[in-house]
């Protein structure tokens, strides 16, 4: 995903949700200050051409499609995922969060050397700065959805769970998949519904882009509001 082909999308987002673009670029270069020189993850090393990966959503259904996970070569897990499939005895090979529930988990993980995609937006620079200081920078990868600025990069994507899906597109993977997605759960926010909606048209515009068919949105597609991306 370049960024002149995200961008429109992007700009839709923030129009629908209220944003400011320079708040997301705050907090951009507030990530990018905080890593300074410190190497960080390359995801190509995560073996992604090819592959099939799990992108794990922190649904209700997560714990009963498990094995699903288990089944893919690749595992991402959005957010509190990670320790849902810890508890169940499942390894992941990356853990993606904007870091507004679990951030220790993602420094756990980077200590033992398991890669977290870190996010950065305009209402999080303060658990930027909480956080990543006391992350491994050898294990973070920096995103934003904001133009990238080295070493803050954007591959596309807006929530969690489809900004792991877009980034395992970037890096050549053959195979989706997605347990742990309910984009009907009744118990979120009013927010959080806005926020899968969005996630929902994203995963359809990438299927479309990937020529390939998300199982997560069958019997979906008719009501799914395309992207507009000119």
Same mark, same amino acid.
């Given at each position: 995903?370049?960024?002149?082909?995200?961008?429109? #999308?992007?700009?839709?987002?923030?129009?629908?949700?209220?944003?400011?673009?320079?708040?997301?670029?705050?907090? $951009? !270069?507030? @990530?990018?200050?905080?890593?300074?020189? *410190?190497?960080?993850? !390359?995801?190509?090393?995560?073996?992604?051409?090819? &592959?099939? #990966?799990?992108?794990?959503?922190?649904?209700?259904?997560?714990?009963?499609?498990?094995?699903?996970?288990?089944?893919? !070569?690749?595992? @991402? &897990?959005?957010?509190?995922?990670? /320790?849902?499939?810890?508890?169940?005895?499942?390894?992941?090979?990356?853990?993606?969060? /904007?870091?507004?529930?679990?951030?220790?988990?993602?420094?756990?993980?980077?200590? /033992?050397?398991?890669?977290?995609? &870190?996010?950065?937006?305009? *209402?999080?620079?303060?658990?930027?700065?909480?956080?990543?200081?006391?992350?491994?920078?050898?294990?973070?990868?920096?995103?934003?959805?904001?133009?990238?600025?080295?070493?803050?990069?954007?591959?596309?994507?807006?929530?969690?769970?489809? $900004?792991?899906? @877009?980034?395992?597109?970037?890096?050549?993977?053959?195979?989706?998949?997605?347990?742990?997605?309910?984009?009907?759960?009744?118990?979120?926010? &009013?927010?959080?519904?806005?926020?899968?909606?969005?996630?929902?048209?994203?995963?359809?515009?990438?299927?479309?882009?990937?020529?390939?068919?998300?199982?997560?949105?069958?019997?979906?597609? !008719?009501?799914?509001?395309?992207?507009?991306?000119?």
């Amino acid at each position: 995903m370049e960024f002149h082909t995200w961008e429109p #999308v992007y700009e839709d987002i923030l129009d629908d949700f209220g944003y400011p673009r320079d708040g997301d670029e705050r907090a $951009r !270069d507030r @990530f990018g200050d905080l890593l300074g020189d *410190d190497s960080t993850y !390359d995801p190509a090393r995560l073996g992604l051409d090819g &592959a099939t #990966v799990a992108v794990a959503g922190a649904g209700p259904s997560l714990e009963a499609e498990a094995d699903r996970v288990v089944d893919a !070569d690749v595992v @991402f &897990a959005a957010s509190t995922a990670a /320790d849902r499939l810890k508890t169940e005895g499942v390894a992941i090979d990356c853990m993606v969060t /904007d870091l507004d529930k679990n951030a220790d988990t993602g420094r756990e993980l980077t200590a /033992d050397g398991t890669p977290v995609v &870190a996010h950065a937006h305009g *209402d999080n620079i303060p658990a930027l700065e909480t956080h990543i200081p006391t992350y491994d920078s050898e294990f973070v990868v920096p995103t934003t959805q904001a133009a990238p600025a080295p070493p803050v990069r954007n591959y596309g994507g807006f929530t969690d769970g489809d $900004r792991a899906a @877009f980034l395992a597109d970037h890096f050549g993977a053959a195979a989706l998949v997605f347990p742990g997605w309910d984009f009907d759960d009744p118990s979120v926010t &009013a927010e959080k519904r806005q926020k899968l909606r969005w996630a929902e048209r994203l995963l359809h515009w990438l299927e479309q882009r990937r020529g390939e068919r998300f199982d997560v949105l069958d019997g979906r597609r !008719d009501d799914i509001e395309p992207v507009a991306t000119d």
